[in-house]
């Protein structure tokens, strides 16, 4: 009893809902704190005064008079008949009526009212317990504004039309987008299937409901195609139907967006045929380029061949016919040149270059370059530095092509310098953080600005046409190589002075690796043919001869012969009289230093210089070999570079020998 | 006697790589300019190596190769492939080819050549 009273005492205290209790008359008994904070007046203003009528909206307890008295078809009076009618008939009564505090502000509320009922079941009194509502009335305002404004917003989307679809597929809601896109007004298509949208072909095979199911099962469906207007006239569409399903899961319908991508179509299509026609265009001119260069190379093939043959024929031509058939071979070999440029260029151009770009050692590339150049350097008299690696450089870069754009700048600088002039090679790594520069100085005759300007034209000599020979390509197939493996080319000149033409490329700090495979494409072969020279190799071990093979096969100027062991050896010197011998000194029979001591001591050999190649790599070794009389003691492994500036250096010796003979 | 077969469909090509290789002392040497023949020639002959152009009509010198690596039995092939066509190079040696010459060449780089295929076909 205690309990219920303690109960009783904390519902009716509640400051929140409002307890309003009455007598059976419905004048007020009761008015808790909830009641005095909720409607603004005191206990002593209301109780024994007024009906909780009399602080409701009387328009509203009018309409609920009038709605309760059709319901239930009894006549209720407009007053506190209205709100406590249902109750007092013992049914439960819940509803939202507007409350008028004592100031006269107005404010919602949800009422329950219960009828109180005495021992014998007579009505006592009602009481009404009342909540504030305008919380929830805000918030539903909003949303139906939220609501009203998206409707709008998807009604007035004219670019994309937005369509309600029923889970059938059958349209509920129509935007201006879609009028305009699909052709139809609202009223015209409203509750049609969407399929009237696809082309017959796709209805026939079952698309659109396929479309449905994929988005009913994935949540999502999109997909490119035609679709068809209105007039029967089609468009290309991006269409994405989206599932949309109630908080339960169940399938409420889809909204579907489509896209005209006509135009967009149309470019794309446009597009396409223009760039296949371009690089149909570019493919016709590469392959033009390369036949031109091969019916070209044919005829050349003759003339150069029988004037070779001219040229050392018996009895040998008379000096003025000597003379006129160097003339054809010079002008020959030239053009033979040009053809190879153009190509080198069509091929670029073409797009059709490989690289294979890798971690390049620069001092390795560059001792290769003065190798092959100084005699070109000698021959002019042109003096030539090369820097010194105390540091090893290394850049990224396609070696064989990186070495093909030393060449072309060392044979510039050498062709168009001054007499005895000089060429001053360096590389430095600090001009530009992660970039190598190698630079190439002359003391020619400079370039002024506007020959600057004109410098990297295809066929363009700057007026050197006569005086040297050349195609004014190789510095354009220059830049292109080096814009292929993300460099520059660039050049500053002095009128009077002379020119520093450079190339940077980006240093790595990855090892270059010294492959096998190197040796294939290591040395491009010289632009200039020259006299072929040959080289002996004496050599018992098949890797070996194969690998030096594979290096001689790089060299045009040169070619090999090999024998296996001293004495063939000797004895092929003596019949082929090669340029250079390169000798082992383990070999069966007699010993390299033997052989070379029997070179040495025969007249007809004497002049030759021989190179040992050794695994002996012990210093004392290698000193008892130049004692014996070497040129010079290279040690196994071969090193690749090393080779070549020794078999160069033992050729320009042995040019000399001859000179003295 | 190492015998030499040198197949162009140029009467003059023909000329000028006969005449550089009798001057460069070989002498056992016959031409075709019909590159169809060219097979069953090896076949009766087994030339120790073949020059042979790979541009020509009727049969260009890639099928040349597939009809001799049939009769060889293998695909390295006593050829030296030669073409104005420098790009060709490396498809020649795919095809089995010993060795590639450029056209135009350097007469005594030619006759260098082919006594160094021959040593090594005679070490072989």
């Known amino acids: 009893m205690l309990k219920t009273g303690a109960l009783q005492t904390a519902i009716l205290n509640s400051a929140n809902f409002s307890s309003i209790a009455t007598d059976e008359k419905g004048v007020i008994q009761l008015f808790n704190v909830g009641a005095e904070r909720m409607l603004g007046y005191a206990a002593a203003e209301v109780v024994d005064q007024i009906t909780p009528a009399d602080i409701s909206d009387p328009q509203e307890i009018i309409a609920r008079a009038a709605f309760l008295s059709r319901e239930l078809s009894a006549t209720i009076k407009p007053g506190f008949d209205a709100l406590a009618f249902k109750a007092s008939r013992g049914i439960e009564d819940i509803y939202e009526l507007t409350y008028i505090r004592k100031d006269g502000s107005r404010f919602p509320a949800i009422v329950s009212v219960t009828a109180l009922r005495d021992d014998q079941n007579a009505i006592i009194g009602y009481l009404l317990i009342g909540t504030d509502n305008s919380a929830r009335k805000h918030v539903e305002e909003r949303l139906r504004f939220t609501e009203e404004s998206f409707r709008l917003m998807v009604e007035s989307v004219s670019d994309y039309a937005i369509v309600m679809l029923s889970p059938e597929g059958n349209v509920v809601s129509w935007n201006t987008g879609a009028q305009r896109i699909k052709g139809f007004l609202a009223d015209e298509i409203m509750g049609q299937h969407f399929s009237r949208f696809y082309p017959p072909a796709d209805v026939a095979a079952g698309k659109p409901q396929r479309d449905l199911d994929v988005a009913a099962a994935l949540g999502r469906f999109e997909n490119e195609g035609w679709r068809t207007r209105k007039d029967g006239s089609t468009f290309w569409a991006n269409v994405v139907i989206t599932a949309i399903r109630d908080q339960a899961g169940e399938l409420r319908g889809f909204a579907k967006l489509t896209r005209d991508l006509t135009a967009r179509q149309q470019i794309e299509t446009e597009m396409s045929d223009a760039k296949a026609a371009a690089e149909k265009a570019n493919l016709a001119k590469s392959d033009f380029l390369s036949n031109m260069s091969h019916e070209l190379r044919s005829p050349l093939n003759a003339i150069l061949g029988f004037a070779q043959l001219m040229e050392s024929d018996s009895p040998p031509p008379t000096d003025s016919q000597k003379e006129s058939i160097v003339q054809i071979l010079n002008a020959g070999w030239y053009l033979l040149d040009l053809i190879n440029e153009i190509l080198d260029l069509a091929v670029i151009e073409s797009g059709k270059l490989s690289m294979s770009q890798e971690p390049v050692s620069v001092a390795e590339v560059m001792l290769e370059c003065q190798a092959m150049i100084e005699p070109q350097a000698q021959r002019r008299g042109i003096h030539m530095t090369f820097p010194r690696f105390d540091v090893p450089q290394t850049v990224h870069a396609d070696r064989t092509r990186l070495k093909q754009v030393i060449l072309n700048l060392l044979s510039n600088a050498i062709k168009y310098n001054a007499v005895g002039g000089t060429v001053v090679v360096a590389c430095c790594g600090d001009q530009t953080p992660g970039r190598i520069r190698i630079s190439v100085t002359d003391t020619g005759a400079g370039l002024s600005a506007g020959q600057l300007a004109q410098l990297f034209q295809p066929f363009n000599r700057l007026g050197q046409e006569g005086s040297e020979q050349g195609t004014g390509i190789g510095l354009v197939v220059s830049k292109r190589l080096m814009e292929l493996m993300d460099g520059v080319v660039g050049v500053e000149s002095t009128v009077g002075t002379g020119s520093v033409f450079w190339i940077e490329l980006n240093s790595t700090t990855e090892l270059p690796a010294t492959k096998f495979e190197d040796v294939e494409s290591a040395a491009p072969l010289p632009a200039t043919p020259v006299a072929l020279r040959t080289l002996l190799y004496v050599e018992d071990n098949p890797a070996n001869l194969r690998l030096v093979e594979r290096l001689i096969a790089r060299r045009t100027d040169m070619c090999l012969l090999t024998a296996i062991d001293g004495a063939s050896g000797v004895e092929l010197a003596r019949s082929a009289q090669p340029e250079v011998i390169l000798m082992d000194i383990n070999l069966p029979g007699i010993s390299g230093i033997d052989a070379l001591k029997i070179l040495r001591g025969d007249p007809a050999t004497a002049h030759i210089p021989v190179v040992a190649l050794s695994a002996n790599a012990i210093p004392r070794d290698v000193q008892k070999g130049l004692e014996a009389g070497f040129f010079r003691y290279l040690t196994k492994p071969i090193k690749v570079a090393e080779f070549m500036d020794t078999l160069s250096a033992a050729l320009d010796f042995g040019d000399k020998q001859v000179l003295v003979h | ?124």
Do not use: W
């Open chain 2, 1 to 124: 006697m190492e015998t030499i077969l040198i197949v162009d469909d140029q009467p003059s090509n023909l000329r000028l790589l006969e005449c550089t290789l009798r001057r460069g002392g070989f002498s056992a040497i016959t031409t075709t300019s019909d590159p169809r023949t060219v097979s069953a020639l090896h076949r009766e002959h087994h030339y120790d190596l073949i020059l042979l152009d790979l541009v020509m009509p009727y049969m260009d010198g890639f099928e040349v190769m597939a009809a001799l690596a049939e009769v060889e039995g293998c695909d390295e092939l006593p050829v030296l492939a030669m073409s104005a066509d420098p790009r060709q190079k490396t498809l020649a040696m795919k095809a089995g080819a010993r060795d590639f010459m450029d056209k135009p060449f350097n007469v005594t780089e030619l006759v260098a050549r082919v006594s160094i295929l021959l040593d090594e076909k005679r070490v072989a």
